[in-house]
Nanobody, 116 residues
């Protein structure tokens, strides 16, 4: 059974930091590109960060460049999103996504709220 379980979301003050984790199981994690998306109330889901299967390449939305870092541990089958210098506009539900060819899996999301 495929599972992606996010954790680490919380309420934090502006300027603070959080690290999100997404634990994967039920598929060969190291074969999948991993992505973090977010969705704020009333807005479309947007891609925040992505990492290639071996972790050699990453890319980020312009809005988070220099503040967020995506990483992965293919032994622990976990992908991380380190978020620094958080802003109120980063408030959203953050989702983990795994992609390989036509296979596409989603987690249930974790809430991040940044107070001003």
């Amino acid at each position: 059974q495929v599972q992606l379980v996010e954790s680490g979301g919380a309420l934090v003050h502006s300027g603070g930091s959080l690290r999100l984790s997404c634990a994967a199981s039920g598929f060969t994690f190291s074969n999948y590109r991993m992505r973090w998306y977010r969705q704020a109330p009333g807005k479309e889901r947007e891609l925040v960060a992505a990492i290639t299967p071996a972790g050699g390449n990453t890319n980020y939305a312009d809005s988070v460049k220099g503040r967020f870092t995506i990483s992965r541990d293919n032994v622990k089958n976990t992908v991380y999103l380190q978020m620094n210098s958080l802003k109120p506009e980063d408030t959203a539900v953050y989702y983990c996504n795994a992609v390989s060819g036509l296979l596409n899996y989603w987690g249930q999301g974790t809430q991040v709220t940044v107070s001003s």
